[in-house]
């Protein structure tokens, strides 16, 4: 049995180059096998099944790592998804606790305005009560019994 211990310009044999490169589209894409997907090192060599320190010796493949990475950010395509989407949500969220704050002023002020009609309606009962209970219609109508005006 052989093994191919032929190092590439990797810094790292073939089949190690592969696997890293592979590991690396799969995290870049968002389709990990073996890791959480966050772009990390130690994913990289946990979703290539190398050891860090077979990942330290492929210097190519790090420089390629570290180039995307500064250029991308850190940030998978479902973290942006799921950012995107929280920050919606949040601006939304502010949205309804402004009209929640509104609302509530208006109704706080629709209840002040209640409360004072009712508390002049109570007053003017009692009044009404005090002065003999007798409704005086202010215009003589055919019902009292009093003529109208021609």
């Given amino acids: 049995m052989t093994t191919d211990r032929t190092v590439t310009e990797d810094g790292v044999s073939a089949r190690t180059a592969e696997a890293l490169r592979s590991a690396m ?5 968002g389709r990990p096998q ?3 997907g ?5 994913n990289l060599w946990r979703e290539a099944k190398v050891s ?3 990942m330290n010796r492929a210097a190519e493949i790090l ?4 180039a995307h990475i500064a250029e991308h950010g850190t940030t998978t395509p479902g973290e942006a998804r799921r950012d995107e989407e929280i920050t ?4 939304m969220l502010a949205e309804k606790t402004r009209e ?3 609302l509530s002023r208006r109704l706080d002020a629709a209840a002040t305005a209640i409360a004072a ?3 002049d309606s109570t007053l003017l009962r009692q009044e009404l009560a005090a002065a003999g209970g007798c409704v005086i219609p202010l215009r003589p109508t055919a019902t009292t019994g009093a003529k109208t005006r021609p």
Avoid: S
Wanted: proline share 0%.
């Fill in 52 to 54: 860090r320190a077979t």
């Fill in 38 to 42: 966050r772009l990390t090192k130690e």
């Fill in 25 to 29: 589209r799969r995290l870049f894409d």
């Fill in 117 to 119: 009609l009712h508390h």
């Fill in 63 to 66: 420089a390629g790592w570290d």
């Fill in 100 to 102: 929640c704050t509104l």
């Fill in 34 to 36: 073996h890791t959480d």
């Fill in 88 to 91: 919606r949500l949040r601006r």
